[in-house]
């Protein structure tokens, strides 16, 4: 018979919180509990997340061995998100965070504290593309 450690089973208590906040924020509510309706904008978003981090890794490549030392200027800023969304406030510091280049420091109400390494990683995420995909917006 297998053991259960405790790292184990903090582990599988994780994953399988974050299996459940996936499942509500990207499935629609569900009138009978046998059965959920597929929400695709969450197949549209991963798709478009995975293109968002491939192409900001190029990026990265090339800011590190293409570019001058001095064109390397960390901003660190506060953005502002709708405060009443907090699940999906929650992916999109995650978001930002599996980005390269850009990392979510903070998530305190309706302010992400963000920290980019050049301004115009920072600038990206003013554009809002990325957080009108997570509430579903064009």
Do not use: C
């Not at 499935?27 to 995975?50: I, Q, T």
């Amino acid at each position: 018979m297998a053991q259960l450690s405790i790292p184990a089973l903090i582990k599988a208590l994780l994953f399988t919180t974050i299996a459940y906040i996936g499942f509500r924020v990207f499935f629609k509510s569900v009138e009978n509990r046998g059965s959920f309706s597929f929400n695709y904008k969450f197949l549209d978003y991963f798709l478009w997340l995975v293109k968002e981090i491939f192409v900001s890794a190029m990026q990265m490549t090339k800011i590190i061995f293409l570019s001058k030392q001095s064109e390397l200027k960390p901003v660190m800023h506060d953005l502002v998100v709708d405060s009443a969304k907090i699940k999906e406030n929650v992916v999109y510091a995650n978001s930002i965070t599996l980005t390269p280049g850009t990392t979510t420091i903070k998530l305190d109400g309706d302010k992400l504290k963000i920290y980019a390494i050049s301004k115009s990683h920072y600038s990206s995420l003013l554009k809002g593309e990325m957080y009108n995909k997570i509430l579903g917006r064009k």
